[in-house]
């Protein structure tokens, strides 16, 4: 059975500084992996996934992640963060396509990481 | 284009109650899947519906269940509430095919049970 498990439940960090959010994955199989981030009293939005080929993969607002399959890992960073970059992430693994029942599109979810950028 | 919405945003019900949510999904998106989210859970995966039928099912009790219609729209429902059914309940709608492909999400349903 997949799992996702993000390291960090909270991260403050400085306007203008660089993040790292960690997550790591335990999978048997191959897997799609996705950093979401959620506003205050909104839905889920898509900042990047791989799902497979180069293992860096840029997203939006300036946001990438690193696939690294030995350390099952997918970490995202941004370089220079803003206020406005404050917001909870998730990172999400998805097993793809399972033998026996199709397209397996059930998402894992990690716990959560709350960033708050601060003055 | 207009986005995933859900209806009701906000919802207070009592206990043993029962509750209907609804989701429209992006038009020509024909696959939506279902989650619960609390603080001390995160995100939970309820169930998926493809074509008017249910593909995935998470490890939900029998109270919750859902269905979806011709025109892809789905709804979902929680019998006989219980106070740890308080959550925001996602919807999100994708197109069908291939592995896995970005999912849009609705911004909830927020459900309080007292």
């Known amino acids: 059975a997949q799992s996702v498990t993000q390291l960090d439940s909270q991260v403050p960090v400085f306007e203008e500084a660089p993040v790292e959010l960690r997550c790591n994955y335990s999978?048997?199989?191959?897997?799609?992996l996705f950093w979401y981030v959620q506003y205050p009293n909104q839905g889920l939005q898509l900042l990047l996934k791989?799902?497979?080929?180069s293992t860096l993969v840029k997203g939006i607002n300036g946001f990438e992640a690193e696939f690294n399959k030995s350390q099952t890992s997918f970490h995202l960073r941004k370089p220079s963060v803003h206020i406005s970059d404050t917001a909870e992430y998730f990172c999400?693994?998805?097993?793809?396509?399972?033998?026996?029942?199709?397209?397996?599109?059930?998402?894992?979810w990690g716990l959560g990481t709350s960033l708050a950028v601060n003055p | 284009k207009a986005g995933v919405t859900q209806t009701p945003r906000y919802l207070i019900k009592t206990r043993g109650q029962q509750v209907t949510l609804s989701c429209s999904p992006i038009?020509?998106?024909?696959?939506v899947s279902w989650y619960q989210q609390t603080p001390g859970q995160g995100l939970q995966f309820l169930f998926e519906?493809?074509?008017?039928?249910?593909?995935n099912k998470g490890n939900f009790p029998g109270r919750f269940s859902g269905r979806q219609f011709s025109n892809s729209r789905s709804e979902m429902n929680v019998s006989t509430l219980e106070l740890g059914d308080s959550a925001l309940y996602l919807c999100?709608?994708?197109?069908?095919?291939?592995?896995?492909?970005?999912?849009?999400f609705g911004q909830g349903t927020r459900l309080t049970v007292v």
């Open positions: 999100a709608s994708s197109l069908p095919g291939g592995p896995v492909t970005e999912a849009f």
């Open positions: 038009s020509g998106h024909r696959s």
């Open positions: 519906y493809f074509s008017e039928t249910q593909r």
């Open positions: 999978s048997s199989v191959s897997v799609y």
């Open positions: 791989y799902l497979s080929g």
């Open positions: 999400a693994v998805s097993a793809g396509k399972t033998p026996n029942a199709g397209n397996n599109r059930k998402l894992i």
